[in-house]
């Protein structure tokens, strides 16, 4: 977007009076304008690099853990493309603006496409202190329009040359008969040509008036009529708008404009209590865009993402040796307390309770020792006939060594009173078997891990920047979003109290810390369709029970850093400062300011 020449008729004479664009837009627009417009190029990628355009923004945009895939398909070029536009209008929004929109990024190919979304999304090029916002905000947009959907080179020039075209004629239709007509052959980028050689004396409220209707259609969007001044045949009378101050009128979230000239004070004359604007401008409120506002409970969340699954597998070790002869289990069969695990020498491996491995075999007159104690804890919780007379102790007795008996006989086996090496596995709680490693028909030894089993419940594990990991606390309540779209509820289980380096599986590389955070479900039944899925989790962090609240997007930002709303009444709109409070989602409290439920507000 180079600076064009504006004409306008000087005073003693007929000549045009050549201005740049430059000086007569509102500090700073024209720069950043250009900057979005036309962002510096980059230099060529050196082929030597091995490394692609895609792979240079990925690796600019997609944090480093996250680094997992050499190439980008399409799909996840637009999807990156997205986010990065709405990274975009949160950069303008905390640069002061937090009614700017979120840029629906669907349509935008290259800079004219780009500020055609702007204006359609309703922001206006002339608002007050949007200049340096878009001067810092636009240093990404390179490589969002990087990211788009390559365009033809000669449809863009067509583009900005029709562009050109259309803003020369726009001026010429608001009364500025002589503003020239680009030239392409000067400029072939934008048409116009350079700088004038004029100092910008020959600006008059007539350009500023017609810039702000014609100012879009370098965008290639449609001219922005309600900025238009009105005519003075209108009949249509005015409507009174009240602001908290002159400028405050200016805000791109209102379609008012102020076009009162000063008058005369006439006597017995009541002074307005503000600036007035034709009702043209404001249009019928009738057919304005409003909400009511209402009291209701604002609830700030915050959702992170997870890994739904079963933990991560461990091996079993068994210390069993021999020819596995059959009864294995399947990947996902949930074995307990008093199951079978699998044969070996057609002798059954059976799962017992107990936290201390086997480590010897059991048998009368052994060396005493915790793990008999933990044998015959075993053999009384299965109520075996006699258990009562036997002393839990970590001495292998007569008694013991019946109730071993007993029990071999309900399995079926020889009754000889002994335990083999292997033949029991201790287990703290039902096991989840992942993986089965054997088959029958295989020796196996005492060192080999037969299987790979995780805990019997599902868990999401979600690994969250420690600053985020502040707001999450054991047995808080969360809601779990499942892949197909179901909600259900669960709780957090753990919050590692020490943050970890995850590493980047392909490169080997650290990422950055994380804090490990365990949720488990409260219906387990919810996620059985599924063995591992990734899903979203939202946690509850403040209530703000029974608040005054407007649409955030009703907010007008005014130059003294405050906000105002447009309230809707009686024909006309009227300003009224307002004091904010929380943003939720897309409405925001009101702590101060003359607002009463049922009032109406306007929606830019």
Not at 352 to 368: A, T, V
């Amino acid at each position: 977007m180079a600076a064009g020449a504006c004409g306008t008729v000087g005073e003693e004479t007929n000549e045009v009076a050549a201005t740049d664009l430059s000086e007569i837009m509102p500090e700073g627009l024209f720069e950043a304008l250009e900057n979005v417009a036309n962002p510096p190029a980059d230099p060529a990628p050196d082929p030597a690099q091995g490394e692609s355009l895609a792979e240079e923004i990925y690796e600019t945009l997609v944090p480093a853990q996250a680094d997992n895939e050499q190439e980008l398909s399409e799909e996840e070029l637009l999807r990156l493309r997205d986010e990065a536009f709405v990274d975009f209008s949160r950069c303008i929004r905390d640069e002061g603006f937090p009614d700017f929109p979120d840029i629906d990024s669907s349509q935008i190919v290259d800079q004219a496409s780009f500020l055609r979304a702007m204006q359609e999304a309703g922001v206006s090029f002339t608002q007050p202190g949007l200049a340096p916002a878009l001067q810092t905000c636009a240093s990404v947009f390179s490589e969002l329009i990087a990211l788009a959907p390559q365009q033809d080179t000669n449809v863009q020039q067509v583009e900005q040359e029709e562009n050109a075209v259309a803003f020369s004629q726009c001026m010429r239709d608001q009364g500025l008969d002589d503003f020239p007509d680009p030239d392409f052959g000067q400029y072939p980028n934008t048409g116009f040509p350079g700088q004038g050689d004029g100092d910008g004396g020959g600006v008059t409220p007539e350009i500023q008036a017609a810039l702000r209707v014609c100012l879009p259609v370098f965008g290639g969007a449609e001219p922005n009529e309600a900025a238009a001044p009105p005519t003075p045949d209108d009949p249509t009378p005015a409507a009174q708008v009240t602001a908290s101050s002159p400028q405050s009128t200016s805000n791109a979230q209102s379609s008012v404009t102020s076009t009162q000239a000063p008058q005369p004070a006439g006597e017995g004359s009541t002074p307005a209590p503000g600036p007035t604007v034709s009702a043209s401008v404001l249009r019928d409120t009738e057919e304005l865009n409003t909400a009511e506002v209402v009291r209701r409970d604002l609830i700030d969340t915050e959702e992170f993402s997870g890994t739904l699954g079963y933990g991560d597998p461990e091996a079993l070790h068994t210390n069993t040796s021999g020819v596995v002869t059959g009864r294995l289990p399947t990947e996902g069969d949930v074995l307990g307390v008093g199951d079978v695990l699998f044969e070996v020498n057609s002798y059954p491996v059976v799962l017992l309770r107990g936290e201390r491995p086997m480590y010897r075999p059991f048998e009368r007159d052994m060396e005493e020792g915790p793990d008999v104690e933990q044998l015959e804890q075993a053999l009384a919780d299965m109520r075996l006939p006699g258990y009562e007379d036997m002393t839990i102790d970590e001495d292998f007795t007569r008694v013991t060594e019946d109730l071993v008996e007993e029990w071999q006989n309900r399995l079926g086996v020889e009754k000889t009173g002994v335990i083999d090496m292997g033949f029991v596995v201790f287990i703290e709680a039902p096991i989840r078997i992942s993986s089965v490693n054997v088959i029958e028909g295989q020796t196996i030894s005492a060192q080999a891990a037969a299987f790979t089993i995780t805990g019997q419940d599902q868990e999401i594990v979600s690994n969250l920047d420690p600053a985020d990991a502040e707001i999450v606390n054991r047995l808080d309540r969360v809601e779990v979003e499942l892949p197909d779209g179901r909600v259900t509820p669960g709780a957090v289980a753990e919050v590692a109290r020490v943050a970890t380096r995850l590493t980047n599986p392909q490169t080997g590389a650290p990422g950055d810390p994380t804090i490990e955070v365990i949720i488990v479900l409260l219906d387990g039944e919810a996620s059985a369709r599924f063995d591992a899925a990734p899903v979203d989790w939202t946690i509850t962090k403040e209530v703000t029970p029974n608040a005054l609240v407007v649409p955030a997007s009703a907010l007008i930002a005014t130059v003294d850093g405050g906000f105002s709303v447009e309230v809707v009444q009686e024909g006309a709109t009227t300003l009224v400062p307002v004091e904010v409070g929380t943003f939720v989602d897309a409405f925001v409290e009101i702590t101060g300011g003359d607002l009463e439920v049922g009032d109406l507000v306007r929606i830019p």
